[in-house]
């Protein structure tokens, strides 16, 4: 007998679920582990999977564990385009207002992902292409990002990447990560202070009630983004990340 309405909602929903729990849980789980974060039946995960798998939205590993397909990467590119030009208003009135370069980025897997940027008018400028992929631990962007992040979410991803130093001053132990983590909590905006890219430094906020964990940064030639700089940036970062949640909301 075929689904009524209410129960084909439900299995859609249910489908959405399995592949966020997925996601949520680094990228592979077994079914049991599954079963249990789901509270579904073994039988009724089982065949959402499966019918996962022969789409291609998910993937059964070699040691039976279950992960994202590779279908999922291009609804993926083409949803961090749609939300990139969203946000692109808010960006290009950011370097009206302040005259550095403006970013937005979203978490992707354990690294950011650059989706949306309004340069600078400035000759010397901070430039990153959209679409490039960066550590969390040593961009602006990254450190807010993290920075909603309990600990041990941040303990876990570190323990996955490592902390590659960019410059000799990235950041390269778990506790002064956590700890500029704190600060940046504490202040509401995290700093990117040639961790980099020696000679750019980096004010970055996250954009409340984003659908994924995204952050704004503004960028540029140290000369220029200094303490002064940042008394005039932080206010307008504020209202800039209201104003892309709710044009994304």
Do not use: W
């Amino acid at each position: 007998m075929a689904d009524s309405p209410t129960e084909g909602v439900k299995s859609v929903a249910r489908v959405f679920d399995l592949l966020e729990l997925i996601a949520d849980a680094g990228g592979d789980v077994t079914l049991s582990e599954l079963s249990a974060m789901a509270e579904l039946p073994l039988p009724t995960i089982h065949r959402l999977l499966r019918t996962l798998v022969s789409l291609g939205y998910a993937r059964q590993l070699a040691n039976r564990r279950y992960a994202l397909g590779p279908r999922l990467v291009r609804l993926g590119e083409v949803a961090n385009r749609q939300f990139g030009q969203l946000a692109k208003p808010q960006l290009k009135d950011l370097v009206s207002r302040l005259g550095e370069t403006a970013n937005l980025a979203t978490i992707d897997g354990d690294q950011v992902i650059y989706v949306s940027q309004a340069p600078s008018p400035h000759a010397m400028r901070m430039f990153t292409e959209v679409g490039r992929r960066s550590g969390l631990h040593n961009t602006g962007v990254g450190k807010a990002i993290l920075s909603q992040f309990d600990d041990e979410v941040v303990r876990d991803i570190v323990a996955r990447t490592g902390l590659p130093k960019s410059t000799e001053y990235s950041i390269d132990s778990v506790d002064a990560l956590l700890e500029d983590l704190h600060l940046s909590r504490e202040r509401g905006y995290a700093i990117d202070d040639n961790e980099q890219e020696i000679g750019v430094r980096c004010y970055a906020m996250t954009v409340p009630g984003a659908p994924v964990p995204t952050a704004v940064s503004v960028s540029g030639p140290v000369a220029r983004v200094d303490e002064a700089f940042a008394e005039r940036a932080i206010p307008v970062l504020r209202e800039i990340v209201q104003d892309i949640s709710a044009a994304t909301a």
